[in-house]
């Protein structure tokens, strides 16, 4: 594990160093492998402690392949660390701490702080410790940890009045049931897994994104919770994980909503957790902790990788010699077809069709220019002229709503739109776990807003004869705080009606997707 | 013709800045075409109207072949072209006292030379009717119907040898006069002219969408939220970010904008009343040459049933065509789309940065211009008032 993979080259793939590590267990690299929670062996007990110096790899995300042995190792400090401090995590001293729990404590500093200063108390934490006899008599006459916990309560509430007016001008008024984004608060979630409020930090930043990619992290996480959980002595174990998972459930969801495709996760997880406490006789408890832990894997593993598997074989009927594929953003999935497509050697040329602000597209693009396909690479407002020479169009889904609608990144039903004028064919590839038992007739009842200072991030253009813009060196709405009348939107998903959409791959078959239903029931 | 080379330095420099791109925006070329073509008219020797008609084709080819894609230029010459016949037959029914067509015809080719400053001057601060075209089609169905009956140029057979020279005498300043009355004059007051319907087409609580950054479609607005209030959705219009400006704008101007990303716009279209657009050039069928993305917004409002307004001036109506989508556009540099920074994988990839969009008739409903509001089947109409129909191919 030597940190000298080239940081500088932009075109090594993530995914193929993530192949050889994995090689036995899947002979593809499926790019929803995220570098940061690498799938370590489970081994325990063997890692040096000389892996303190590996902090900053999460930082720069072009030396994070060579991070990602020194992140495994980093994940195994901190489960032996969990381990043996299971009942009482007592106040490690900085040096022990990893990074990610550094930065919740200065988190969980910080906003005591501020919850200081808005109460109007001093704000070092000694003068406030003096005077918070006064505090504390005035809120909760209580026991010393609810005591702790309101208060931290009733911080943020004053935090959050104290934001609201920033927040409240920017809410769309069309929107204003879904929830802005927000920072992951840490400080009054300490006693949660310490993977768990990773995981948490790295939704929030979109340094995972992508509904398999989200997946799978969040099922690896929750198996390494599972694999911790030392449930109190009254109870089993069977019967106390559900209880001591929903926290760290929903710390997840307030960082970021949940996907379709993760709550039905979720569903599936709890379902299992039930069937394990219905057995009878009852299992041991390491016996259900092992049962659980494998139900997860052959989850992951037949839903997920296999499925991808038998999508790329399946959508692979449908590709032939001198097409010409436009795809848009990025999917794990059909990045594998495509990929699959090229190892075949059929002769066809893609067109990446990419939006802002995420500009996932250029990942893609980087991939299957890497692997030799012939790829073109369009903004999302020149789709027409892209489409000229286009015979399929293939995109990947986030779910598949009971109504045949699909549910996917904001764009997707804008070039499913286009094609179809066009009379272009266009196929989804969507796994099974992503069907989902909802329905949605318009894309704004249940989206996710993101953040909006991403809109304004706009790179400065190189440009030197632009015709109406001669160098612009940023976003005229840099300062988009201050302008009054002003809101800035960054929706992330859409529904894309279902006559838009010609066929459906699925690991099951080829479907049309007014069929979801039916799938759904078969396999939930 | 050789230009007199006062005029030739003038032709040369604004030639070499269309070349390269510096006239920014449809509206500046135009005014500069309109200053040339007068320039031209006043400063060169010609002694008939023929040679005048054939300095300024010559002239004009010019201009437009500099940068065939700005169609204001051409269009500005061909209307210059038709003032010219205009005054030109005018003139000559003037002198024609034997005439074989009624009186009718005469007095109405008399009235119109006379009488068109005024009802020009009228027709811009009237609001929107579409009655208000109708006073030209009048004196134009008859010039129409003269041409079809008549034989024009080179004039009757029945004038005297003389009159040529008397015609060119007087017809310089009538036909200055005309330049700047009918084109310069008419160009200060597009903007009013477009805004003062603005009030007409929106009701209150309306959310309009529109997208890329069009003076037209900001002072529509501006003037329509002095009486409504409503809000505005603004496309973000990437990769020039044209609808950042327009928001900034809209937003100082006290309508509550939001802005969002291109992609979000079929998404938001279920809570869009109206679309209001601009142009870079109406074609003669109908269609537009518009700012890329605009063929999603309108297909996208076609699909909502939602109405699309297009908000554009009279000297962006071209008689041309597109054969196809690709005719009128132009190509940027593409390194706002994948910056030269990512090294080798430009090698690898072909991009392209259109910078206009070719939008269909049907997905228009309605064209708001400086002299009332036509549908799209009636452009053809409108081409035919203002432009003759040999200037097409300059």
Not at chain 1, 189 to 195: E, G, I, S, T, V
């Amino acid at each position: 594990m030597d940190p000298t993979a080239n940081k500088s080259s932009p075109l090594l793939v993530p995914g193929a160093v993530a192949a050889q590590k994995q090689a036995a267990s899947a002979p593809m690299s499926s790019s929803y492998e995220n570098q940061w929670l690498a799938p370590e062996e489970k081994q325990r007990g063997t890692s040096p402690a000389g892996s303190r110096g590996s902090s900053d790899t999460k930082q720069s995300k072009a030396s994070s392949e060579a991070g990602s042995p020194q992140i495994a190792q980093q994940n195994q400090n901190q489960n032996q660390q969990h381990q043996q401090q299971q009942q009482q995590p007592p106040r490690k001293s900085q040096k022990d701490m990893t990074k990610a729990e550094r930065r919740a404590l200065q988190e969980q500093q910080r906003l005591a702080k501020q919850g200081r200063v808005a109460a109007g108390l001093p704000k070092s934490a000694k003068k406030a410790a003096e005077m918070e006899p006064t505090n504390k008599k005035a809120q909760q006459p209580q026991q010393q940890l609810e005591k702790q916990t309101q208060q931290s309560t009733a911080d943020d509430k004053q935090k959050k009045k104290a934001r609201a007016p920033k927040t409240d001008q920017n809410e769309v008024p069309w929107l204003m049931h879904l929830d802005s984004p927000k920072k992951p608060e840490t400080s009054s979630n300490k006693d949660l897994h310490p993977a768990v409020l990773a995981l948490g930090l790295y939704f929030s930043e979109h340094k995972i994104v992508g509904s398999n990619a989200r997946c799978v992290a969040m099922l690896e996480t929750f198996s390494k919770v599972i694999e911790d959980h030392r449930p109190p002595a009254d109870a089993t174990f069977a019967r106390n994980i559900q209880k001591h998972l929903d926290p760290h459930i929903a710390y997840l969801l307030g960082t970021r909503p949940m996907s379709l495709s993760m709550r039905e996760c979720i569903r599936w997880l709890k379902k299992e957790i039930s069937d394990i406490v219905e057995e009878d006789p009852p299992l041991s408890d390491d016996e259900a902790r092992s049962r659980l832990i494998e139900a997860i894997e052959h989850f992951i593993r037949e839903r997920i990788t296999m499925a991808d598997q038998l999508i790329v074989q399946n959508g692979l009927q449908k590709i032939q010699e001198g097409e010409v594929i436009l795809t848009y953003g990025k999917s794990s999935v059909v990045e594998s077809l495509l990929l699959e497509t090229k190892r075949k050697g059929i002769d066809f040329k893609v067109i990446i069709v990419d939006s802002r602000p995420l500009l996932e597209g250029k990942h893609l693009l980087r991939r299957l220019a890497a692997a030799g396909v012939d790829c073109s690479y369009y903004l999302l407002s020149s789709v027409y002229v892209a489409l000229r020479s286009v015979t399929k169009v293939i995109m990947g889904a986030h779910a598949l709503l009971n109504n045949g609608a699909v549910y996917s990144r904001v764009g997707t039903a804008m070039v499913a739109m286009a094609a179809r004028d066009k009379q272009i064919p266009v196929m989804i590839c969507c796994e099974t776990y992503k069907f989902v038992n909802r329905t949605q007739v318009d894309s704004l009842v249940l989206n996710e807003i993101g953040n909006p200072d991403e809109l304004v991030d706009t790179k400065p253009v190189y440009n030197s004869c632009h015709q109406t813009h001669p160098t612009p060196t940023e976003s005229a709405l840099s300062s988009w705080r201050e302008q009054p009348n002003l809101r800035l939107l960054n929706l992330l998903y859409d529904v894309t009606p279902s006559k838009y959409i010609t066929l459906v791959v699925t690991e099951v078959g080829l479907i049309p997707c007014t069929s979801a239903p039916v799938i759904w029931r078969e396999y939930k | 013709m050789t230009l007199p080379t006062q005029l030739e330095a003038q032709v040369e420099n604004f030639i070499t800045r269309l070349k390269r791109r510096q006239v920014i925006g449809s509206y500046e070329v135009a005014k500069e075409t309109a200053v040339i073509l007068r320039q031209a008219v006043s400063m060169s020797k010609w002694r008939d109207a023929d040679a005048l008609i054939d300095i300024i084709r010559d002239l004009g080819g010019r201009l437009a072949s500099a940068q065939p894609k700005e169609l204001a230029v051409g269009n500005i010459v061909r209307r210059v072209l038709k003032i010219i016949r205009e005054v030109v037959r005018g003139e000559l029914d003037d002198m024609m006292d034997n005439d074989d067509y009624d009186d009718d015809n005469d007095s109405n080719t008399y009235s119109e030379d006379e009488s068109s400053p005024p009802p020009s001057k009228n027709l811009s601060t009237t609001s929107s009717q579409i009655g208000s075209i109708s006073e030209r089609p009048q004196l134009t169905v008859e010039s129409s119907m003269f041409r079809l009956l008549a034989d024009v140029s080179p004039a009757t057979p029945d004038d005297s040898s003389d009159t040529p020279e008397k015609k060119s005498y007087n017809l310089k300043p009538i036909i200055i006069q005309e330049i700047n009355e009918e084109i310069i004059a008419d160009l200060e007051t597009v903007y009013k002219g477009i805004a003062d319907q603005a009030v007409d087409y929106i009701h209150a609580n309306e959310v309009i969408m529109t997208i890329g950054k069009s003076r037209t479609v900001e002072e529509f607005l501006i003037r329509a939220a002095q009486k409504r209030k409503f809000q505005v959705i603004v496309a973000e219009t990437a990769p020039t970010y044209q609808g950042h400006d327009m928001a900034k704008a809209l937003s100082n101007a006290g309508i509550d904008t939001t802005v969002i990303v291109d992609s979000a716009i079929f998404a938001a279209m279920p809570r869009v009343n109206k679309v209001v657009v601009g142009a870079h050039a109406v074609l003669a069928n109908g269609g537009l040459v518009a700012v890329t993305g605009s063929q999603l917004l309108a297909a996208a409002a076609k699909h909502h049933a939602t109405p699309v307004l297009v908000c554009t001036a009279l000297y962006k109506l071209s008689p041309v065509f597109a054969y196809d989508a690709e005719t009128f556009n132009i190509t940027v540099a593409p390194n706002s789309i994948l910056d030269f920074q990512q090294g080798s994988l430009i090698d690898k990839v072909s991009v392209a940065n259109p910078y206009y969009d070719y939008v269909a008739p049907e997905l228009v409903s309605l064209f708001v211009h400086n002299l009332g509001s036509a549908p799209p089947t009636y452009v053809y109409r409108l081409i035919n008032d203002n432009y003759d129909p040999e200037d097409t191919s300059l």
